[in-house]
């Protein structure tokens, strides 16, 4: 006796599961110029590759005599996919049925998948549009009663947070728990202008406003707010750009913490010298200058992947290669805020190293930092309980970690460039510029007497600056071993090759 009958239905419930929330409402999602769920997967993941779990879960509808009529799929669907040949996790939320809504979803997928990543030690994706399952007030007459919220499920995203890399992307209106999935990542994007990410959405927000005018969708949670404060990491102009820079993100990670990062071919010389680094930092201290010309400089060409570009914005932190060798770096940016650390770079850089650590990436930190940034509107900010978690986030690290002193390290923002009781493997250039503060700020305070002392206190002043000026050199600092190394600009690529490949025999 064969089971082809049975084989038959499940070959139907497949087919009426691939449907989604019907031929309307997917007309209707692409009419909002966004991919359906099952068209995200394929366009993210290796053509091919991806197996589903729970393809057939669902409702289903049977007629008098107990034969199913229709299948009305759960708005989450998830599997097992490969991204440039290794296995990931991936999940997208279904708008189709029931815009994502807990009314329409079957929780313990999401809790399953989750659960898939921990336990096999997988890379997840999520790609969330709509509440991610959250509440609907229609669930309170499906079940009867209300209860007290609880996120079942939970503990695997917090435990995947400290075991595998996680990305979210964020493609359409956000809400709740879609929202919070968005957050607990290690890496999240939006669409500009089809993202919006909020607790809750203007409609909510007017009620329980008792009617008063709100934001649209883009006002109260659109992409330039939350890749500017920091709850979201970056912003791109298409799902296919989201899609871009999730492979490439996964492309420096392990698959699982513990693991070694993968080395790619580099057809990029360890001995190539720029000449233009000569002249990259300009003698006048007060003028910037292009960082991110200095990276692409020494690290391998084209390696340079930079996130949470817009916040934080006085530090730069990306992922790049030297020799093929995946290197976590945190960079000064003098072009905002002088390089100065507020409260938003402060908070930036300590999750950056954090997740360096947490992966095993060795960190290649290039230091043009005047101190934390001060005034009245810093302290308002709470800048120094930030800008000290900084600090310790990079003296709690355990990975091997670079310095060159591209300019300025002055003040406990300076110290915060290493750990300053380990071995400090360090560079500085010729342009290098430190001290416990700024010269320029601290001598009408340190010599106040003298000064006002002086029959000319403006010619006091300038014979004072003279004077200090000449200890100032790098030189002086260097015969005292207070710094390490002073390196030809040009010899930076290979010197940071060199670490790299020291680091990485360290680390496995």
Request: aromatic share 8%; charged share 25%.
């Amino acid at each position: 006796m064969s089971w082809e009958r049975e084989l038959e239905e499940l070959r139907r419930r497949r087919e009426l599961a691939e449907q989604m929330g019907g031929a309307e409402k997917v007309a209707r999602q692409h009419g909002r110029g966004k991919m359906d769920a099952r068209a995200r997967i394929a366009a993210l993941v290796d053509a091919g590759s991806f197996r589903e779990i729970g393809k057939i879960a669902g409702k289903g509808t049977n007629d008098e005599a107990g034969e199913l009529t229709d299948l009305a799929p759960a708005n989450y669907i998830f599997g097992r996919a490969d991204i440039e040949g290794r296995p990931i996790v991936v999940t997208a939320d279904d708008f189709t049925v029931r815009g994502g809504s807990a009314d329409a979803s079957i929780h313990r997928k999401m809790m399953q998948a989750e659960a898939m990543a921990h336990t096999m030690g997988l890379p997840i994706v999520r790609m969330i549009d709509g509440t991610g399952g959250g509440g609907s007030v229609k669930t309170l007459e499906t079940i009867g009663a209300t209860y007290i919220p609880a996120v079942h499920g939970w503990r695997d995203v917090v435990r995947n947070l400290e075991s595998v890399p996680v990305v979210a992307l964020a493609l359409g209106p956000t809400a709740g728990l879609g929202a919070a999935r968005a957050v607990a990542s290690h890496y999240s994007v939006m669409v500009k202008g089809l993202s919006q990410v909020f607790a809750a959405g203007p409609a909510v927000v007017a009620a329980i406003d008792g009617g008063q005018a709100v934001e649209d969708k883009e006002g109260l949670g659109g992409s330039d707010i939350h890749t500017r404060n920091g709850v979201i990491d970056d912003e791109v102009a298409s799902e296919a750009e989201a899609f871009a820079r999730t492979r490439r993100f996964l492309s420096y990670l392990p698959s699982a913490a513990g693991k070694p990062a993968p080395r790619a071919k580099s057809r990029d010389p360890v001995d190539r010298r720029e000449e233009a680094l000569l002249s990259a930092v300009p003698r006048d201290g007060r003028q910037a200058y292009s960082m991110r010309r200095i990276l692409e400089s020494v690290f391998d060409r084209g390696s340079v992947f930079e996130i949470g570009a817009k916040w934080g914005q006085a530090a730069i932190t990306a992922f790049a290669r030297l020799d093929g060798r995946v290197v976590a770096v945190l960079a000064s940016d003098p072009s905002f805020l002088g390089g100065s650390w507020e409260a938003r770079t402060s908070e930036k850089a300590e999750r950056f190293i954090k997740l360096a650590d947490q992966f095993r990436l060795p960190v290649v930190h290039l230091v043009d930092n005047p101190g934390f940034m001060i005034g009245a509107a810093a302290e308002t900010a709470g800048t120094i309980r930030y800008g000290v978690n900084a600090m310790n986030a990079i003296y709690r690290a355990t990975v091997p970690l670079c310095c060159v002193v591209i300019r300025r390290a002055y003040g406990i923002a300076g110290a915060a460039m290493s750990d300053g009781d380990a071995f400090q493997y360090r560079f500085a250039w010729p342009s290098g510029d430190w001290g416990s503060l700024p010269i320029e700020g601290g001598i009408e305070v340190a010599y106040k007497s003298e000064i006002e002392a002086a029959d000319d206190p403006a010619a006091k002043l300038a014979e004072i600056r003279t004077r200090l000026n000449r200890v100032r050199s790098v030189f002086r600092t260097a015969e005292r071993f207070g710094v390490e190394d002073i390196i030809d600009p040009r010899d930076t690529r290979p010197l940071l090759c060199e670490f790299a490949e020291l680091a990485w025999a360290k680390l496995f």
